[in-house]
């Protein structure tokens, strides 16, 4: 995959899609790719795709390889299993989809969406590069987390790995996570998590001040990583996500605390 070629064919997209609730709303750019519109969201899909290229390299440095366990975490508590069909939404470069490719086998089927090209030609190389037969499962799609290009109740399993976060709309977002997903079925949501404790909001702050970005710089992404403190600072709190998933209509919504309380991590069942 020398090129990032949205894996859903016009055609087959145009099955996906439901038409009534988007006509004349979604915007193409090229066959079957999708992409945001929003001026905001378009500063953050050009932030992480300036970071695209060593975001995978800062993430094992920053947590000396933690990111992984709480991503497997992740994938776990969405309960899919072989034979699914799941969504990976806001897929960067694609950790959170190589391993519900593994839990889904080549029988079912992974949807990874981002809206940053840049990060899907990542993930695309990635899965080139570390080949196993059951990562054929995957499709990489650039797309709009706040309209997605699926029919209603269309996945056994959702995740979403420090996406929400970066989100203009989280509401309409998480709206749209509960539309795609079948009754009964996970959304399960990684990130980092905005602590109620003052100490632990404190540690968090001072790493990203003396330890985040001065590694960042060295990359020249300071102003970048410095990015990181303030959408934190204007996320959700445990109990403010899952009032959140609540709204949008899940029956049961939970937030764990993982990594000391340093990361979060949201189940919500539809």
């Excluded at 196993?132 to 979403?160: H, S």
């Amino acid at each position: 995959m020398g090129t990032v070629t949205a894996a859903i064919s016009v055609s087959a997209a145009a099955a996906a899609v439901s038409r009534s609730r988007r006509a004349g709303r979604r915007r193409h750019r090229g066959p079957g790719v999708f992409s945001c519109s929003v001026s905001t969201a378009g500063e953050r899909q050009a932030l992480f795709s300036r970071i695209a290229p060593v975001y995978d390299h800062l993430n094992d440095v920053l947590s000396l390889g933690q990111h992984r366990t709480w991503k497997r975490i992740c994938v776990s508590w969405s309960r899919a299993k072989m034979g699914d069909r799941v969504l990976d939404l806001c897929c960067g470069s694609g950790d959170l989809a190589f391993l519900l490719s593994q839990k889904v086998g080549l029988d079912g089927e992974v949807m990874a969406v981002d809206f940053s090209r840049q990060q899907l030609q990542t993930a695309a190389d990635r899965q080139e590069q570390r080949w196993k037969l059951c990562y054929e499962n995957i499709k990489w799609i650039e797309g709009d987390a706040l309209d997605l290009p699926f029919t209603d109740c269309y996945f056994d399993a959702v995740t979403v790995g420090y996406g929400l976060r970066n989100v203009v709309d989280k509401s309409r977002a998480m709206q749209e996570i509960f539309r795609v997903l079948k009754p009964g079925s996970r959304a399960s949501i990684l990130d980092f998590n905005k602590s109620s404790s003052l100490f632990t909001a404190s540690l968090q702050s001072w790493a990203i001040d003396n330890v985040v970005v001065p590694l960042a710089s060295g990359y020249g992404l300071t102003e970048e990583y410095k990015y990181l403190k303030s959408s934190i600072s204007q996320y959700a709190t445990g109990e403010e996500l899952e009032k959140l998933a609540r709204e949008a209509g899940f029956t049961v919504a939970k937030h764990y605390e993982l990594g000391g309380g340093i990361m979060g991590n949201l189940v919500a069942t539809r």
